[in-house]
């Protein structure tokens, strides 16, 4: 059974920076596409940022310049550093991954993807 098992969550004010995790084996056969995923209250859900195999990444126009997604291969988790938050990145986050071997020409914007995780909530208020 494939877990992701996202952290990191919780109350951040604006200005400030939250670092958010997501554990996963699957890392392990170098999944084509990774991402996060937000919704935000009375919002339709977005992609954040994704990365794939070989490391490219790219942002939503909201976060770029702000929010870094990553991997780290020896801990087998996908991170994102959320710097410089805002209350419109108030959202619950979710952590996104193909199967191993699923081929892709570009990473799915619509959110088609192998598995989701729980998700994890995101506040940012003063």
């Known amino acids: 059974e494939v877990q992701l098992v996202e952290s990191g969550g919780g109350l951040v004010q604006p200005g400030g920076s939250l670092r958010l995790s997501c554990a996963t084996d699957?890392?392990?056969?170098?999944?084509?596409?990774m991402a996060w995923f937000r919704q935000g209250p009375g919002k339709e859900r977005e992609e954040v940022a994704h990365?794939?195999?070989?490391?490219?990444?790219a942002y939503a126009d909201s976060v770029m310049g702000r929010f870094t997604i990553s991997k780290d291969n020896d801990n087998n988790t996908l991170v994102l550093e959320m710097n410089n938050v805002k209350v419109d990145d108030t959202a619950m986050y979710y952590c996104?991954?193909?199967?191993?071997?699923?081929?892709?020409?570009?990473?799915?914007?619509?959110?088609?993807?192998?598995?989701w995780g729980q998700g994890i909530q995101v506040t940012v208020s003063s």
């Open positions: 996104v991954t193909d199967r191993p071997g699923r081929f892709r020409e570009t990473c799915p914007l619509d959110g088609y993807y192998d598995y």
């Open positions: 699957i890392l392990r056969y170098a999944p084509y596409c």
């Open positions: 990365i794939e195999f070989d490391g490219s990444t």
